[in-house]
């Protein structure tokens, strides 16, 4: 039994690309009188002013504020991640701040509904919206296993079906919402969840939601005493892959319908989006192998300039041999760089 009152039920949404105008009708088939507290992370990068909760307000009944950090969570409001921070839920209140990035975003949607899944459980209703890669899916796994009740926009119907679909696939048997219906069923599971008990978050899964301290790391951060030996079973397996971002290595961890990355600094990864970090870093290293090259070449002809007249065929050469080399390696990078890896497209459902 929970020791502390019992907040509204916790309305968690998250979107990116394509998303606002399926949230604002989302939001605008919400009621006055909605018995719960809606919290939006939307892919906005870090403007400090996204004016995202201005748009929104025209749209709806209820209040909708950017969130501020120790607000109380009350029923039938809005409030709105800003720009460059993450949102979390604590027991009955808000919790804005920094934090390492997770799936390259702050905000990030997995982060508001691994904390939603942790501190509300059963009373936890989550519903992922059009966008790229896969944000909100390792949330929307954590969410249904609390108990909760998870939504995904129609992929048929979503201007980018890959984060409604990755959310799907891992939260087995996530309801379908419709555009034109979305403020009907999120209205009906909100009125399902408040009459469910709120559970004790203390015997939930807090090892597993891998819920971001905004004050920096994770709920698994390695020890300030530095152990070697920081992950247990519960923190997954140790891979050979280093983290894109920082590169901390990587840890790899399952919940049931999805796997996902974590390094021990916090960033967090679901597949789809560890796949693209990869590949633009791996760009990076290549193009700084390009410049590596071209700067060798380009000294190397200026020794051609000042040498001796007995070693200027010598050097000569080499500059030659190197010269040849960065115009391979840039083709190399061209290439690549214009033939990115095949992929499902993102706005076929």
């Not at 400090?48 to 409001?77: F, H, Q």
């Not at 390792?138 to 249904?144: I, K, Y």
């Not at 319908?257 to 990076?284: D, I």
């Amino acid at each position: 039994m929970s020791r502390h009152p019992t907040p509204p039920v916790c309305v968690v949404v998250g979107g990116s690309a394509g998303s606002l105008e399926p949230l604002a009708r989302a939001l605008g088939g919400l009621e006055p009188d909605l018995p719960a507290t809606v919290l939006v992370a939307v892919h906005v990068g870090d403007r400090p002013s996204t004016r995202l909760a201005e748009v929104l307000a025209r749209r709806t009944r209820l209040p909708v504020r950017e969130a501020r950090d120790g607000t109380p969570l009350r029923p039938g409001e809005v409030h709105v991640a800003p720009g460059g921070a993450h949102l979390l839920v604590h027991r009955d209140h808000l919790v804005v701040g920094p934090g390492p990035r997770v799936n390259r975003q702050r905000p990030s949607i997995d982060v508001l509904f691994a904390a939603a899944a942790r501190w509300h459980g059963p009373r936890a209703v989550s519903l992922v919206l059009s966008g790229v890669l896969d944000d909100g899916a390792v949330g929307s796994a954590l969410v249904r296993a609390g108990g909760g009740r998870v939504l995904v926009q129609d992929p048929a119907a979503a201007e980018f079906s890959s984060m409604p679909r990755a959310a799907a696939r891992a939260a087995p048997g996530a309801t379908v919402v419709r555009d034109d219906d979305a403020g009907r069923i999120l209205t009906e599971a909100v009125r399902a969840a408040a009459t469910t008990p709120a559970s004790d978050p203390e015997d939930t899964m807090t090892d597993q939601t891998g819920e971001t301290d905004p004050a920096g790391g994770s709920s698994t951060s390695m020890a300030d005493g530095g152990d070697l030996h920081h992950l247990d079973p519960r923190e997954g397996r140790l891979t050979r892959l280093v983290c894109p971002e920082c590169g901390g290595s990587i840890a790899e961890l399952d919940l049931p319908g999805v796997t996902y990355l974590r390094c021990h600094v916090g960033h967090q990864y679901g597949p789809m989006t560890f796949a693209a970090a990869q590949a633009e870093t791996s760009e990076a290293k290549l193009w700084a192998a390009v410049a590596a090259l071209e700067e060798q070449a380009a000294f190397a002809h200026h020794l051609v300039a000042g040498s001796e007249p007995a070693d200027v065929e010598h050097l000569a050469t080499a500059a030659r041999e190197v010269a040849g080399r960065a115009r391979a390696m840039r083709e190399q990078a061209v290439s690549w760089a214009g033939a990115p890896p095949a992929r499902e497209d993102d706005r076929t459902g």
